[in-house]
């Protein structure tokens, strides 16, 4: 499958890296053509790996993963182009934070997310909420954690969830996935960044997971 | 020991309950002197179960629990009196929450929170946030879920969190205690409270909790 991938950090490299050696062709997609990040990440994936603008990535896309940092996304999704995400899955992994702060801080938060803002943005993507509660290691490999733990996902459309659910499942390794409800559950899972950034510190990794223990 | 707890819903109830049953007296206060609630409970838990204003329950209680809804905290512990809270130990459980909408919004959240709200208002105060990341049930009894998870704490005063996770431990049964830092960590906590109203919906109960799951 042809993927595009926004967003040449952290995320954005080890999201793209997985779907390469899962054997897709992926562009990696910045505000540059040329970004030296991706650049250097495609000559070492391959040449299933390329690169170029937001908007080439989103063009290349069947589906669009959303790795820029949350203060970017609608900016990096406006040059992405709404014709280039219409009617295509757009796999939202960001969160809306500003990490200049030693605590961080939402840009938005409590009656507002950025999933809704992104899905109010680009009516016509199918956007869905997922893996933003963790680091890009987990998100990718989830058996390196001693134990199963647990993935959300939130969306307004049924299919596009069933197709990210079994993204989850079948390419990224994911055990328990939760279904949230529609995209107004990026409130809740946005707004856990700032128990996850007080559980790193304690766990003196990022390397963790959360996992809903019932009874 | 004699213990204050502020507030007659659910936890309030459940929490003057179980320290009933483990041999200590409770004073249960609210903002009448004879709340039904509170001399229903006190009929049925005998005599060292004791009712009376938010003021009577403060000056009672060694320890005092905060059991009142966040939206009345701050006005709750003002009736109980700053003097009355002096040196103590305040447990703060409460969330600031406005219930109202069918998604959950926070009165206080991302650059504040409640806990350090009432830290501030009542500085002599040994404030510990803990507890309510979670439903009343699993609070005073997390052995009832099917497998360990975890509960938070958090505060400025060391000592007085080592008594709360005491207290955690060896009253309430927690296995797994996590001090996630100073009462700045009562934002992560206290925003948790929107992932957990969608998680209540997915799971169909208010007993669960969360676990975290390390590599």
Redesign the interface.
Known sequence: MQIGVLGTGVTGLTIGSKLVQLGHEVMLGSREEANAEAVAWAKEEGHHALYGTFMNAAAFGEIVFNCTLGSASLQALTLAGAENLRGKILIDISNPVDYSTE?W??TV???DSLGEQIQRAFPEARVVKTLNTMNANVMVDPA??????DV?V?GNDIEAKAVVVAILRDWFGWKSI????DI??S???E??V??????Q???R?P?????????
């Open positions: 605590i801080t939402m938060s409590n009656t390196k954690l001693s134990e199963k733990s959300f939130g939760i279904d949230l409800g107004t559950t409130r809740g899972v707004m856990f700032l128990l996850w950034q007080n559980l510190r304690i766990v990794s390397r963790f997971n959360i996992r809903v223990v019932t009874s």
